[in-house]
């Protein structure tokens, strides 16, 4: 199959911006695509970003239920619906993103996070991510408002950034690894390149 498609990487790295790019040419190509982002995509799931992203501090495993509840919510709504029709779903962010910030970044344990998030999404999983990288100077000098977790610091980025390199090793046959620092029309090529590879 193939169409549900995640972007991943460390803040900045260029999810949104390759997302829509990558929406347009599907598109064109006559393909019905529904464009979603982590935290959020329903209506309990803008409610529990808003509060992850811009509330009062929360406790590293409610951090890490809050994103779970989130994602089970846009799954049963809307992901597993789409998928089902035939469409394809471009993901910003993922399970992918708990794995990394989470597991690594809070350091809660990546396996540990992925037991927590695997009963609510019923089998429903990325099937090819596509991890944009950039360094964690550039990824954050790229960000318009930092948010809770984006102003954690270097630190905190760059273990995000080790994990989700931990991830892509450990699944080579999922993760499609581009470096997000090239110009844009690069960076949406070779990810076209990837899709197009593997439908
Ligand atoms: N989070 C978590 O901890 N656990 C989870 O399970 C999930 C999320 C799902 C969600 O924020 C926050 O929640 C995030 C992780 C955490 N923490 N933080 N911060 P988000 O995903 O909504 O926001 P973000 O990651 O910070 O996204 P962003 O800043 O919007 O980055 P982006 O989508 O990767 O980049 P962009 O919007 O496409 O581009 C940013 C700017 O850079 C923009 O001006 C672009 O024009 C520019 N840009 C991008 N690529 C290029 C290239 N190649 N050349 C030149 N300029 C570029």
Do not use: C
Not at 114 to 132: D, K, S
Not at 146 to 154: A, C, F, T
Not at 167 to 178: M, S, T, Y
Request: charged share 25%; proline share 6%.
């Amino acid at each position: 199959m193939n169409r549900y498609v995640a972007l991943e990487g460390i803040e900045g790295a260029g999810k949104t911006s390759v997302s829509a790019a990558l929406a347009l040419r599907l598109e064109e190509a006559g393909h019905e695509v529904i464009r979603v982002r982590e935290p959020g995509g329903t209506a309990v799931g803008e409610g529990l970003r808003q509060l992850l992203l811009d509330g009062p501090p929360v406790t590293p495993w409610a951090e890490a239920l809050m994103f779970a509840a989130a994602r089970s919510q846009l799954v049963t709504e809307v992901i597993r619906p789409a998928l089902d029709r035939g469409a394809w779903v471009l993901s910003d962010r993922s399970v992918y993103s708990s794995l990394a910030y989470q597991g690594a970044g809070r350091r809660l344990g990546m396996d540990s996070v992925r037991r927590i998030n695997r009963p609510g999404l019923a089998g429903t999983w990325p099937e090819v991510v596509v991890l944009l990288t950039v360094s964690p100077q550039q990824g954050l000098a790229r960000q318009a408002r930092p948010d809770r977790i984006g102003s954690q610091g270097l630190q905190f980025q760059r273990a995000v950034a080790e994990g989700f390199a931990r991830l892509a090793g450990e699944e080579p046959e999922r993760f499609v690894v581009i470096d997000g620092g090239r110009p844009m029309e690069q960076v949406v090529a070779a990810a076209w390149d990837a899709l197009e590879a593997r439908a």
